[in-house]
């Protein structure tokens, strides 16, 4: 432990120095002096920092990586479970300790014979653990789980829209709500206009006046860009905008991806069955007019990459491009002013490219940057220190190949204490095991604490609830779907099996 607290205040006096170093830089007489004063300590030090920096822990904003999960708890006999499976058109939240994920779709072909699954499953990825927890559901789900919508709000999980299978035949306009504390799901009685039964469309929380927006989907045989209003404390739906052909409409899509100011509603991209639109043109729906506008952004600048070099490719896409190419099914985080997209596809190509629209600006930046893997139908979501994880997706259009991979990517440089407790993660594993009381017992600050394990937002479980959020790696024994028998004598999965179509 003395090592890792070493550590961290070498840490701690780069950063300062750092500081120091900005500060002075425009006195030359103080600046000298801190020279002269520090000269032979940040030599030796700073060689020795950059030496465990680039050896050890190698902390670098704007890198992708994937997550080495780890597999399921237990006495496995078969090669260990890591979590979900494979799977597409699901969404995913996340806090600063878990990234819930929700629904999803993965189709299979053995022998000639067709096989779909729906899961109408919930799962908790814990950060700290880098595990998968299957959270058991009470009460009814919401059974549309297919390019459906999902928000984030306290404790509360809401899910609206989306379809079954066959796509379109079975959609969906309800809005259920998952109670992470007690798992408690429930359908919400609604009032007013709710928009019509759809899958594909995108919501936007807008916390100042409690209330969601709805925008755009399909129905399988129609799309639209129809803008609806559900206040939540009322739990009442007020229809904004409904397309009459107005010349300033966008064009009706579904699978795009939406920003928010506090006043307007950006949208990117989205498609049809055969289209993918383009994100040179962004349409804009102001909230106090209740009227779309289209607004013509600025293009990226080869001379902004770094060195000031253009002219690379990455996946095939020039970095001299000023605009990010025609895509729907791609996804989106918003962090402030800037909103990020990553992925999607055109019905020929899945992309891998990440680009950063600046809103105040309207302005495109290529990021010189790629997922490891191109994605299409697959889930972003971002913490509150700026670190994008990515789940799931298809990889290849031709081959209906998904995957239940999870990437990550720090689309900033956190706080110092993040960038510690990141350190203690990798280095002390002994810490994922221990519960939350022997994690403060020898000096972890409860905000972190509180992080290992599995856990609703709050960060603690209603009575009663407890044991549906026990961290697996904690128990001493998981059943496995192959055990001989499970504790009970039967040899039923340890959570329920996803429906097949």
């Known amino acids: 432990m003395l090592s890792y607290i070493i550590f961290i205040l070498k840490l701690f006096l780069r950063e300062a120095w750092l500081h120091l170093k900005s500060s002075f830089n425009s006195n030359k007489r103080y600046w000298r002096i801190l020279q002269i004063l520090f000269k032979k300590y940040w030599r030796r030090s700073s060689q020795k920092m950059e030496k465990i920096t680039e050896e050890t822990h190698g902390f670098k904003p704007l890198v992708f990586t994937e997550v080495e999960v780890e597999p399921l708890g237990g006495n496995h006999v078969c090669p260990p479970l890591s979590g979900p499976d494979p799977r597409s058109g699901h969404r995913t939240v996340c806090d600063d300790a878990n990234m819930y994920a929700y629904g999803g779709y993965l189709r299979t072909e053995s022998l000639g014979a067709v096989e779909q699954r729906l899961f109408e499953e919930l799962w908790c990825f814990n950060f700290a653990e880098e595990r998968w927890k299957f959270l058991p559901a009470v009460g009814n789900t919401h059974t549309e789980v297919a390019s459906h919508c999902a928000i984030l709000y306290g404790n509360f999980l809401h899910v609206?829209?989306?379809?079954?299978?066959?796509?379109?035949?079975?959609?969906?306009?309800?809005?259920?709500t998952c109670d992470l504390r007690s798992l408690q799901w429930e359908k919400v009685s609604t009032f007013g206009e709710a928009p019509k039964p759809q899958y594909g469309q995108a919501v936007v929380l807008d916390e100042a006046r409690k209330c969601i927006y709805v925008i755009g989907g399909t129905t399988g045989f129609e799309?639209?860009?129809?803008?609806?209003?559900l206040h939540l404390p009322t739990k009442t739906w007020e229809a904004l905008y409904i397309c009459n052909g107005d010349?300033?409409?966008?064009?009706?899509?579904?699978?795009?991806?939406?920003?928010?100011?506090?006043?307007?509603?950006y949208v990117f991209g989205g498609g049809t069955a055969t289209s993918a639109f383009g994100l040179k043109i962004v349409p804009i729906f102001n909230l106090e007019t209740r009227k779309?506008?289209?607004?013509?952004?600025?293009?990226?600048?080869?001379?902004?990459?770094?060195?000031?070099?253009?002219g690379d490719s990455i996946n095939g896409i020039d970095a001299l491009k000023e605009f990010p190419l025609r895509r729907k099914c791609f996804s989106s985080v918003q962090m402030g002013d800037d909103v990020y997209i990553c992925g999607g596809c055109n019905n020929q190509t899945v992309y891998q490219d990440i680009w950063r629209f600046n809103i105040p600006k309207r302005q495109w930046h290529f990021l010189p940057i790629?997922?490891?893997?191109?994605?299409?139908?697959?889930?972003?979501?971002?913490?509150?220190?700026?670190?994008?994880?990515?789940?799931?997706?298809?990889?290849?259009?031709?081959?209906?190949?998904?995957?239940?991979?999870?990437?990550?990517?720090?689309?900033?440089?956190?706080?110092?204490?993040?960038?510690?407790?990141?350190?203690?993660?990798?280095?002390?594993?002994?810490?994922?095991?221990?519960k939350r009381e022997a994690l403060m017992d020898i000096g972890i600050p409860y905000d972190f604490a509180k992080r290992v394990h599995p856990s609703p937002p709050s960060g603690k479980p209603h009575v009663g609830a407890e044991s549906l959020w026990d961290s697996d790696l904690l128990k001493t024994s998981f059943s496995c779907s192959c055990d001989p028998a499970n504790e009970d004598g039967s040899s039923s999965p340890p959570f329920p099996v996803p429906m097949i179509d």
């Open 292 to 310: 779309w506008k289209k607004v013509s952004t600025k293009g990226y600048s080869a001379g902004n990459l770094a060195g000031g070099q253009g």
């Open 223 to 229: 799309f639209s860009m129809d803008v609806h209003m």
């Open 370 to 434: 790629q997922m490891p893997t191109p994605l299409s139908f697959h889930a972003a979501s971002l913490t509150s220190e700026g670190c994008m994880y990515v789940f799931g997706g298809v990889t290849s259009i031709k081959r209906g190949v998904r995957t239940n991979q999870v990437f990550k990517i720090w689309l900033k440089i956190p706080k110092l204490k993040e960038m510690c407790w990141d350190v203690l993660l990798r280095y002390n594993k002994n810490l994922k095991t221990l």
């Open 160 to 176: 609206f829209g989306g379809t079954g299978v066959i796509f379109g035949e079975s959609t969906s306009n309800e809005l259920h």
């Open 247 to 265: 010349q300033a409409e966008p064009r009706p899509r579904y699978r795009h991806e939406v920003a928010f100011d506090g006043k307007n509603i």
